[in-house]
């Protein structure tokens, strides 16, 4: 009988906060370098200049949220936070749910597939191909640490 090998591919996805948002990364304990317990919060910034520019959204806090809903995506902080503060499962449910759609959406080939397994901290994808050899791909959600070239993951 014959080993499966399976590759491990672990891709760092930095996450960019949505015009009329703003990341803050709230360190934990040891001072200036991250620890694992970190938060996100999310801040919703003045769009009005944006609105009155280009016309092409609404101000989050500037605007009842009945007629922001009927114009609008909602916010990140409705979608993907618990209070002030990024979820991970939440986002990497959504990542998830992305992954998933995206299958459906793309073409694929008899000879391969596509499986989006299940986790509460990232996005995982196993792909097989004709001959059951697999590769597994963790998609690791990031944000980037002010100008630095320095990413904290959101695991």
């Given at each position: 009988?014959?080993?499966?090998?399976?590759?491990?591919?672990?891709?760092?996805?930095?996450?960019?906060?949505?015009?009329?948002?703003?990341?803050?990364?709230?360190?934990?304990?040891?001072?200036?370098?991250?620890?694992?317990?970190?938060r996100?919060?999310?801040?919703?910034?003045?769009m009005?200049?944006?609105?009155?520019?280009?016309?092409?959204?609404?101000?989050?806090?500037?605007?009842?949220?009945?007629?922001?809903?009927?114009?609008?995506?909602?916010?990140?902080?409705?979608?993907?936070?618990t209070?002030?503060?990024?979820?991970?499962?939440?986002?990497?449910?959504?990542?998830?749910?992305?992954?998933?759609?995206?299958?459906?959406?793309?073409?694929?080939?008899a000879?391969s597939?596509?499986?989006?397994?299940?986790?509460?901290r990232?996005?995982?994808?196993?792909?097989?191909?004709a001959?059951?050899?697999?590769?597994?791909?963790?998609?690791?959600?990031a944000?980037?640490?002010?100008?630095?070239?320095?990413?904290v993951?959101?695991?």
């Amino acid at each position: 009988m014959l080993m499966e090998k399976t590759f491990v591919y672990r891709l760092l996805v930095p996450l960019k906060p949505p015009p009329g948002h703003s990341f803050h990364l709230e360190l934990g304990t040891e001072g200036e370098m991250p620890v694992r317990n970190s938060r996100l919060r999310v801040e919703l910034e003045c769009m009005c200049i944006r609105e009155r520019k280009l016309g092409d959204m609404l101000c989050f806090i500037h605007h009842p949220e009945d007629e922001l809903m009927g114009c609008q995506e909602a916010s990140l902080l409705q979608t993907l936070c618990t209070g002030s503060y990024l979820d991970v499962q939440k986002t990497a449910f959504w990542l998830q749910e992305l992954m998933t759609a995206s299958s459906v959406a793309v073409l694929q080939s008899a000879a391969s597939k596509r499986t989006v397994l299940p986790s509460s901290r990232f996005c995982k994808l196993k792909m097989t191909n004709a001959f059951e050899a697999s590769l597994s791909i963790e998609l690791i959600l990031a944000v980037q640490q002010g100008d630095s070239d320095t990413f904290v993951t959101m695991e």
